[in-house]
């Protein structure tokens, strides 16, 4: 990069910087998250670095304070309200134990852990124990006077709850205590879905809605918008209060919601415990959090530690990994699926998202990269939850230098050479050669996949090394491979290569719903498969389904009915069939809902050692029982595996439902 093209790129992205944080802090709108205005934060900070001439004053990354709205009082904090500087990792976490110990002259024995609330700070200043003023951070100086808002929300005291065990002072003296105001999550969506009854525009997280009600001028809005108060904090001295969960359990005691998932913890294996065991959990809690907060428990090292910058040096804020970032979109590709459909994925300069390098990301369509306005070459923002595969939000269009190129669909399968077909009722161009060997790759991996034989360890890469190998040309082609054809190739030894042979073996014994659903038949998903499967009952009623019979299915349509009768007469299909037959693989029809089990419900959560939830819950619906989704009132037994999602334990506890062990499930089971 030359002076010139660093100093343009700097403009730029000083440039987006500051209209995101206007209208994130200002006018509490959102133009991009915040871990994508952080990413191009990093970015401007990195070239300032390697360019320090380009530097100046008025840089976001030389700015620390937001403004003040005018249309609120503008109040000066008495004790400043300090945030707190963030953490990445476990080396981090250590090197910032590492300086306060040396600043210290010895260890903190203990840390207090607690959530980090994703919303907006507030404190809360009482006078003979009455809520006298409650104040927003503001730039940690002066705060906006939201008393009002705030005196509206059940989760503030009015007056402090008197409780002996607390000093005098607190209901005699200013008072001050700290936290954050946020929305549950449930909250949040039942206030989306009025507003989109009433026909307004949506709320774009729970964390600005937090923030923008509680800055309504009108009191009555506040109220609506089922905000919550949660302390963690006090900004008062107050005898006996000596550790930082000392003012936890003082405000709880004067009545404040407080964090209850908060834990003292000592040296930094435990401190990453904290921080692990909530890195997946914390998705089930009621409300957003992005990270975990990290105290100095003792209030004399705490304060000795004290300010730097406008952070306390005695607390950290340990982030989770970002879960959207920018990155460059280098080149747009074609995958070709079972079906043909040629789906464009992105392939991105890899950057790391929510815990894990991302390289490629799906596009979906062309429809979506042209709604999206996506081009090669663009900055774009990237976005992973969860288990959820990566996806790109939107591009930076600010950021476009005039190199960037919109994307063409290619006329040719870029794995056979074959013409690509669009049909008139369709948005996918498709590869209509029915012997492209990625069509064939995309059926055998369907066919071994999860809602279909569930063959252990045949994923993408074993069927790519067979197909490789010669092995097998089509799906059917696995039921006859032997140990000794598994040992030529090279990702098996003698244990992987009989544990596949076994795992394919045990599925020559199959539901009917999955061997339909394995066929990759177009339209007939899993639902559909089983609707199949109940009607036909058997294979050979399947096969020789007439085109009146289908249209009696339940839950069929004609687009449906037509794609089976056009699979089942094609010769190709018929010789695929004989084959499956031959290979020795029986369908069994499902049973019906008339065993011992019959008219009770189960909800499996967690993993169980006897095999997958779904395969488990198929042994559950042969014995005449009912699988749900969800606990409900329904529900008769909650069936608890191995780390269980904690809403439907928390769901089955309020509602008395009662709960299995993987033992006593497979007594039941035996039964
Ligand atoms: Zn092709």
Redesign the pocket.
């Known amino acids: 990069m030359t002076h010139d093209q660093a100093a343009a790129r700097i403009a730029r992205l000083r440039d987006e910087i500051n209209e995101y944080r206007y209208k994130y802090h200002v006018l509490n709108e959102s133009i991009m998250s915040e871990a994508a205005a952080d990413s191009l934060k990093h970015e401007l900070s990195k070239l300032e670095e390697a360019y320090p001439d380009l530097i100046t004053a008025d840089s976001p990354t030389q700015r620390v304070a937001g403004a003040v709205l005018e249309r609120l009082t503008a109040v000066a904090h008495q004790v400043r309200m300090t945030s707190l500087n963030d953490v990445f990792d476990r080396d981090e976490v250590e090197a910032w134990i590492g300086r306060i110990s040396k600043l210290l002259g010895h260890t903190p024995k203990e840390f207090y852990a607690e959530m980090k609330f994703d919303g907006l700070a507030a404190t809360l200043i009482y006078e003979n124990g009455v809520f006298s003023r409650g104040l927003t951070r503001g730039d940690g100086l002066v705060g906006e006077d939201v008393t009002a808002g705030l005196r509206t929300m059940d989760t503030i005291p009015l007056r402090l709850r008197h409780h002996s065990g607390v000093a005098p002072s607190v209901y005699r003296d200013r008072f001050e205590v700290r936290g954050e105001v946020i929305i549950y999550k449930a909250d949040f969506e039942k206030l989306n879905q009025r507003q989109e009854e009433l026909g307004k525009p949506l709320f774009a997280n729970p964390r600005n809605t937090a923030a923008g009600s509680i800055r309504q001028l009108d009191p009555r809005l506040v109220a609506d918008r089922h905000l919550r108060f949660i302390a963690y904090e006090l900004a008062t001295e107050v005898d006996g209060v000596t550790r930082h969960q000392d003012k936890h359990e003082l405000a709880k005691s004067v009545g404040f919601v407080i964090d209850q998932h908060s834990r003292v913890v000592s040296g930094i294996d435990q401190i990453m415990d904290f921080i692990d065991e909530w890195q997946d959990k914390r998705h089930d809690l009621p409300f957003a959090t992005d990270g975990i907060v990290i105290n100095v428990n003792d209030d004399a090292d705490f304060e000795r530690l004290g300010i730097v910058g406008k952070a306390p040096r005695g607390a950290v804020a340990f982030k989770y990994p970002a879960e959207q970032t920018t990155t460059i979109l280098k080149d747009i590709m074609i995958s ?1 699926g079972r079906t ?1 459909a040629a789906t464009p994925f992105a392939v991105l300069e890899p950057v790391k998202v929510a815990g894990t390098t991302v390289g490629l990301a799906t596009l979906h369509n062309e429809s979506e990269i042209a709604r999206k306005d996506i081009r090669i070459g663009d900055t774009i923002i990237l976005q992973k939850a969860g288990d959820i595969i990566p996806e790109i939000v939107e591009p930076i269009v600010k950021l476009r230098d005039g190199s960037e190129k919109v994307f063409v669909m290619p006329k040719d ?6 013409k690509l077909a669009k049909r008139d009722d369709e948005a996918v161009w498709r ?1 209509v ?1 029915f012997d ?4 064939e790759r995309g059926r055998i991996v369907h066919f071994a996949s999860k809602g279909a034989y569930d063959i252990e360890g045949m994923g993408e890469q074993t069927v790519d090394a067979l197909l490789d190998a010669g092995l097998i040309t089509d799906a059917a082609d696995v039921f006859s491979l032997t140990v000794d054809q598994l040992l030529t190739v090279d990702r098996f030894a003698q244990k992987s290569a009989e544990n596949l042979y076994n795992s394919i073996q045990a599925r020559k014994s199959i539901t009917l719903d999955r061997y339909i659903y394995a066929l990759g038949i177009r339209h007939v998903g899993q639902q559909t498969a089983r609707d199949l499967a109940a009607f036909f009952g058997s294979l050979d009623h399947f096969r020789q389904a007439k085109p009146h019979e289908l249209d009696a299915v339940d839950g069929i349509g004609p687009v449906v009915s037509a794609s089976l009768t056009d699979w089942l007469s094609s010769d190709r299909h018929r010789n695929f069939l004989a084959k499956l037959d031959k290979a020795g693989v029986v369908p069994q029809a499902r049973k019906r809902p008339t065993g011992p089990l019959k008219g009770q419900s189960f909800v499996i959560t967690g993993a169980l050692s006897m095999g997958s939830r779904d395969m488990v819950g198929e042994r559950l619906e042969a014995l005449g029982a009912t699988i749900q989704e969800n606990v409900t009132k329904a529900t008769t037994f909650l069936v608890v595996g191995d780390d269980p999602g904690g809403s439907k334990l928390t769901k089955a506890e309020k509602l008395g439902t009662k709960q299995l062990d993987e033992e006593a499930l497979s007594r039941l089971l035996k039964a």
């Open positions: 070709i043909g399968c870029p794995v056979c050479g074959h590869c050669n492209c060997p990625a069509l």
